[in-house]
C-alpha cells in the first residue's frame, strides 16, 4: 500500500506534505470564502443582525466591524519542558495566531482531553501556567470543555484553545499587500523551542541549556503596527523560519531575499542544532514572528520590537525583491508582469560564504508532537 494512503508523522509538520493535506482533504470539502483566507485566523465580517433575528450577511449587510477567529490543539511531548508546558504554549500560540492578523486578543475556550492516570498535580500545574499566560496576553479563558479518555487512548493531556479577537479598523494584512522593497523582520533567535523539546526528550544536557521561547506576542505585535506600515505578519512555528518566508514568498508570488548572516541565532541553539544534525531555519519557534513591512518603516518596527521583552534580538534579515509578482487566480499562479521570472515565489538565501541558495519549504516533519 502507497504510506501516503494514510497519514503519517510527517503529515503534521507544517511542510508541504501538511499544506497538501490541508487544502485537498480538509479545506476543500468545506469550501468557503472565509475558510479560503488559510490565514492564521479567518476574519468575518460581523453585521447588525435583520429583522427576523439572524446575523445579516451579503449584499445590503452593514458591517460593524470584524472579528478574527482561529483554533489550535496542542499536543507536545513532554507537557513539561524548559521555557514552558503544553498551558503556556495553548495560550500563546492561539493568542499569536490571532495577533499576526492584527486581531486584539478577546477571549479563548479550552478544551481539554485527559487521559486516565493524569495525575491532579500536574492538571492544576497546567492550569496555572495557562492563566498566567493568560494574564500576560491581557486575554481570559471564558469557555471550555473536558473529556476523560480510557489509559492508552491519548498521552497525558492534549489541549485545544480557540481565540476570538477584533480587528481595528484601517488594518488590511496579508501576502497580496506585500510589495517589492518590503523590509522582513524577525523578533529574535529562531530555532528555540524545537532545540529545547528536543533535548528535554532526547535528555541532552548542553552546557548552555536551550529554553522554550513560547510567549504570547501580541503586545510586541501591536507595538509593531503602531511604528510603521506593515503588510504581513506571520508566527514562525511548525516549519520554522523557512517554511513562513515559502508560504510568504508563495502566496504574495514574490522573491525573498534572506541575509543568512543576518538571522539571529543563539549560540547555544546553533551548536545544539551542528550537534543534532538539524537545519535553524526549519525548526519550530513559539515566540517568533515574522513582520514585512515598507522599507522606509523597518528601522522604526524594529525600533518597536527591539524595546519590547520579546524582540530584545530583533533584526531586518532581508527584503523582498522587485519584478517578480506573480497573481494566483484559481490556484494556478499566472503572470502577472511581463518581467515574471521562475525566481517568483521562492525564497533565496544569501549565504555567510556570499554565495545564494534557495531556502527550500521543508517537506514534513523533522520533530514530531513539538506543539
Ligand atoms: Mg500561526
Avoid: W
Avoid at 470564502?33 to 443582525?49: E, F, K, N, Y
Wanted: hydrophobic letters at 45%.
Amino acid at each position: 500500500m502507497d504510506r501516503l494512503d494514510r497519514i503519517i508523522l510527517a503529515h503534521g509538520g507544517g511542510g508541504v506534505l501538511m499544506r497538501d493535506l490541508i487544502r485537498d482533504v480538509i479545506a476543500a470539502p468545506l469550501a468557503n470564502d472565509a475558510l479560503a483566507q488559510l490565514g492564521d485566523s479567518a476574519i468575518l465580517p460581523v453585521a447588525q443582525p435583520n429583522s427576523a433575528g439572524r446575523p445579516a450577511t451579503g449584499e445590503g449587510a452593514r458591517a460593524t466591524g470584524r472579528i478574527a477567529f482561529t483554533t489550535d490543539t496542542y499536543v507536545v511531548q513532554p507537557v513539561f519542558f524548559r521555557g514552558g508546558d503544553i498551558g503556556r504554549l495553548a495560550v500563546a500560540g492561539t493568542v499569536n495566531d490571532l495577533a499576526v492578523v492584527g486581531a486584539a486578543p478577546l477571549a479563548l475556550s479550552l478544551g481539554f482531553i485527559l487521559e486516565e492516570g493524569l495525575p491532579i498535580a500536574d492538571l492544576r500545574r497546567i492550569v496555572a501556567s495557562i492563566r498566567d499566560t493568560a494574564d500576560e496576553a491581557g486575554v481570559r479563558v471564558v469557555t471550555g470543555d473536558t473529556k476523560v479518555v480510557g489509559a492508552g487512548a491519548a498521552d497525558g493531556i492534549f489541549i485545544n484553545t480557540s481565540g476570538i479577537g477584533v480587528v481595528p479598523d484601517g488594518i488590511d494584512l496579508g501576502p497580496s499587500r506585500i510589495t517589492p522593497g518590503d523590509a522582513v523582520l524577525v523578533n529574535g533567535g529562531i530555532a528555540q523551542h524545537g532545540v529545547a523539546i528536543l533535548s528535554e526528550r532526547e535528555g541532552l544536557a548542553f552546557e548552555t541549556p536551550v529554553a522554550s521561547d513560547a510567549a504570547p506576542l501580541n503586545g510586541l505585535i501591536a507595538a509593531c503596527l503602531a511604528a510603521g506600515e506593515v503588510h504581513f505578519m506571520r508566527d514562525a512555528t511548525r516549519g520554522g523560519l523557512a517554511a513562513v518566508l515559502n508560504e510568504m514568498a508563495q502566496d504574495g508570488g514574490l522573491t525573498v531575499e534572506i541575509d543568512e548572516r543576518a538571522v539571529p541565532v543563539d549560540p547555544a541553539v546553533a551548536g545544539a542544532c551542528d550537534l543534532l544534525g538539524l537545519d535553524p531555519f526549519t525548526v519550530a519557534n513559539e515566540g517568533k514572528v515574522v513582520v514585512v513591512c515598507a522599507a522606509s518603516d523597518a528601522d522604526s518596527v524594529l525600533a518597536a520590537m527591539r524595546a519590547h521583552e520579546q524582540g530584545r534580538a530583533a533584526a531586518v534579515i532581508g527584503r523582498v525583491t522587485e519584478g517578480h509578482r506573480l497573481q494566483t487566480t484559481g490556484g494556478t499562479p499566472t503572470e502577472r508582469t511581463a518581467g515574471g521570472t521562475p525566481e517568483s515565489g521562492r525564497v533565496v538565501l544569501r549565504t555567510v560564504f556570499g554565495g545564494a541558495r534557495t531556502l527550500e519549504m521543508p517537506y514534513g516533519e523533522d520533530l514530531p508532537r513539538i506543539c
